[in-house]
């Protein structure tokens, strides 16, 4: 049995050594090891042997097996190490070759605008407060001093969904100002937020869309007065616009939920038909702003004798237009690929 299992391995190796390929290993394998291979066949015979011998030649047959195994693997791992060094050949990339061209995307000047809006107000201690697109009656209106009879809540102005059951009316919000009462209701003074987010009116020309994006701050506390809010104003257009010579005044006006309120204007020039902003003798609106009425104040809880503050807004797209020198506000909306690579910013500027 010595000579047979010498001349078995002996033949593994020259067999193994002539395999080019798995397949021709497998083939090998199970001559070697199969129903009727070589080493199967000498493993039959042990049972014609006295059990002294058995032991003895089944232990010396056991180990030539792990041998044929180990040979078996060596040759194998060998092989797909070549198979695979082929394969990564033949699949190379050549990085050398330039890439294929992708569209680059681009950030939108509504999207811009309100990242920079927050930031600027950030800096100054405002976090940002967000609500609900549908708004009720009294979120919307009534707690923002509204009366019944107030141009707003007539249909022309306010997109309203279909009544309900007990005879009220949602509405998609005219204003960011929702998310003020939610926030003075929900949360104790002091306050300072900013309310960014999507609004809707009735309204549609060359700067007028029917959704179009507000940005409004409130501050609650007991000690705020006007000249916090000018201060606040000024200093966020100063940075905005990029210039200090930008010069800001305060114009009384009248909204219902504040008292007293104003527009803001800033400076600018319209000398040969071109607008600029800056110092030139012509003023242009931005923003309105004001103290924040007392009984919006009571609407929602709290003391107008012991807590005050201020609120303002603005339209993101008309901030967008004066600092982008975008003349249309409808072209933001018509998804014109052109215009976004005009306008656009890209994502890392």
């Given at each position: 049995m010595e000579e047979d299992l010498q001349e078995l391995e002996i033949w593994l190796r020259d067999a193994l050594a002539i395999a080019d390929s798995v397949l021709a290993v497998e083939v090998v394998r199970i001559e070697a090891l199969g129903k009727k291979g070589r080493l199967t066949t000498l493993l039959k015979t042990l049972g014609r042997l006295s059990?002294?011998?058995?032991?003895?030649?089944?232990?010396?047959?056991?180990?030539?097996k792990q041998t044929v195994l180990a040979l078996i693997e060596t040759r194998l791992a060998a092989l797909r190490e070549a198979e695979m060094e082929v394969r990564l050949?033949?699949?190379r990339v050549d990085i050398t070759l330039p890439a294929r061209p992708e569209p680059e995307g681009c950030i939108h000047p509504v999207s811009r605008t309100i990242d920079t809006v927050a930031a600027l107000f950030g800096v100054m201690g405002f976090s940002i407060a967000e609500g609900p697109d549908i708004e009720d009656d009294f979120h919307n209106f009534t707690a923002l001093n509204m009366p019944l009879d107030h141009p707003a809540r007539q249909m022309h102005d306010t997109f309203y969904l279909p009544k309900r059951a007990d005879g009220s009316q949602f509405v998609l919000r005219t204003h960011t100002s929702p998310v003020q009462i939610r926030?003075?209701?929900?949360?104790?003074p002091p306050i300072r937020i900013i309310a960014p987010g999507r609004t809707y009116r009735c309204d549609s020309d060359m700067t007028h869309t029917p959704m179009f994006h507000q940005v409004e701050g409130l501050v609650i506390d007991e000690s705020t007065h006007f000249g916090h809010l000018k201060g606040c104003i000024t200093e966020f257009i100063h940075a905005y616009f990029e210039s200090d010579t930008v010069p800001v005044r305060f114009r009384p006006s009248f909204f219902p939920f504040t008292e007293p309120s104003a527009e803001v204007d800033i400076g600018c020039s319209r000398r040969g038909g071109e607008m600029k902003l800056g110092p030139g003798g012509d003023w242009l609106e931005i923003m309105?702003?004001?103290?924040?009425?007392?009984?919006?104040?009571?609407?929602?809880?709290?003391?107008?004798?012991?807590?005050?503050?201020f609120a303002f807004g603005m339209g993101v797209e008309r901030l967008a237009m004066l600092k982008h020198g975008i003349p249309d506000l409808r072209t933001f909306y018509e998804s014109d690929v052109r215009w976004l690579r005009h306008y656009g910013f890209r994502p890392f500027e």
């Open positions: 059990p002294a011998e058995r032991a003895r030649q089944g232990e010396t047959l056991n180990a030539v050949a033949a699949e926030t003075m209701r929900a949360q104790k309105g702003c004001g103290m924040v009425h007392p009984r919006v104040l009571t609407a929602c809880g709290l003391d107008p004798e012991r807590w005050q503050g």
